[in-house]
Nanobody, 122 residues
Framework: VQLQASGGGLVQTGGSLRLSCAASGRGFSTYARGWFRQAPGKEREFVAGISWSGDSTDYTDSVKGRFTISRDNPKNTVYLQMNSLKPEDTAVYYC????????????????WGQGTQVTVSS
């Protein structure tokens, strides 16, 4: 069971990036999927989550209206479209997967990807 995140990079303020997270292994189509981020010196924080069906999503307040999470279950892949990026979005972004409902606590998530760096320059 592996999660492979990709799509990070360096972008200017106001720019866009799309992160992808591909899952290998069975059963991920029935798992909630999510994105967290961790900036230097800060704790890992919830960014966005999506239910297994895609019918339910949740976002931390600071990214609402700018980020969109989506999933393609046949491809076992989840995406995070990030628009209007700000310097405070700079962090390592991690994808995660869990059974059951979306949860903001990182401790409740079962599987983690390796992280992808997003840097937004001012």
């Amino acid at each position: 069971v592996q999660l492979q995140a990709s799509g990070g990079g360096l972008v200017q303020t106001g720019g866009s990036l799309r992160l992808s997270c591909a899952a290998s292994g069975r059963g991920f189509s029935t798992y909630a999927r999510g994105w967290f981020r961790q900036a230097p010196g800060k704790e890992r924080e919830f960014v966005a989550g999506i239910s297994w069906s895609g019918d339910s999503t949740d976002y931390t307040d600071s990214v609402k209206g700018r980020f969109t999470i989506s999933r393609d279950n046949p491809k076992n892949t989840v995406y995070l479209q990030m628009n209007s990026l700000k310097p405070e979005d700079t962090a390592v972004y991690y994808c995660a997967s869990k059974k059951g409902a979306i949860n903001w606590s990182s401790q409740t998530w079962d599987y983690w990807g390796q992280g992808t760096q997003v840097t937004v320059s001012s």
